[in-house]
């Protein structure tokens, strides 16, 4: 038997890459599918002299070909930002239905097992705290959030369609807020906001009063989980994230202390349909996959603000690299 072969589209995307590197060190075959619109280059750069990598520029949203045996499938392309919501809200649209349903193809074509990278946003502003698997959400589908919100759960109802109707082995995680290198300092979250900003020796920007929660994950610990849920043989969305809740002025403290920039808070508006709280259940992860994270957040910040910092030049020009096209 030869090393097992997997795709990822939105590979050269934050989370997407680094999922190839981990599925690289575990001697996988890496097909790494991106259109670069909120990806980058850069991102797999490093990955491009292992014979076992292959990088093909494409737009999920259109039919995926991709010659070969496949043992996997791992769908990560969509646009994440915030940012991105108002800016680029039909293509998020999109990926969410046409890309989940020609990733779902390709699984289906090779016999592959697929894996969706869905989101506590499926949840919304919720009603239920901490939020379990169980929880049906509370999102408005018409609201700024509602193109994200709503491609994620269209994304899981197509998922199970095909894993009942067509028998394709599937996989549901839903990740929580997660963070770490190589995310876009334009990426519009908490984090890389508050890091950009520190560095810079600006004001660091909280919306609202910072009483509103995030439960924030090293990326490691999330790729960790990815890698133990498409193993096992759990159909059911898991939820991988970090139940240690905090607020958001707490974070931004703490980026100001790793930092010692000595930045000061300022509030400003807080956008529409913000959860107020975001904590997840993962009494299904611990009890499935024996998984739980590991990084503390004192830990998992100092990585992250050392990249920002060490990349400073080369991320000025956030866009450089990435289509712009509506």
Known sequence: MGKPRTLVTGGAGFLGSHLCERLLSEGYQVVCVDSLRTGSPDNVAHLREDPRFEYVDHDVTTYIDCPGNLDEVYHFASPASPADFQRIPIPILKVGALGTYNALGLALAKGARFMLASSSEVYGDPLVHPQHEGYWGNVNPIGVRGVYDEAKRYAESITMAYHRHHGVETRIVRIFNTYGPMMRPDDGRMIPNFIRQALAGEP??????????????????????????????????????????????????????????GSELVQGPLPEDDPKRRCPDITRAREVLGWEPRVGAREGLKKTLDWFASHQSSLEAPSAGRRTDP
């Open 204 to 261: 660091l920007v909280v919306y609202g009063d910072g009483t509103q929660t995030r439960s924030v994950q090293y990326v490691d610990d999330l790729i960790e989980g990815v890698f133990r849920l498409m193993g096992s043989t759990e159909t059911r969305p898991v939820n991988v994230g970090n139940p240690n809740e905090r607020t958001v002025r707490e974070i931004a403290e703490m980026v100001i202390r790793i930092s010692g920039t």
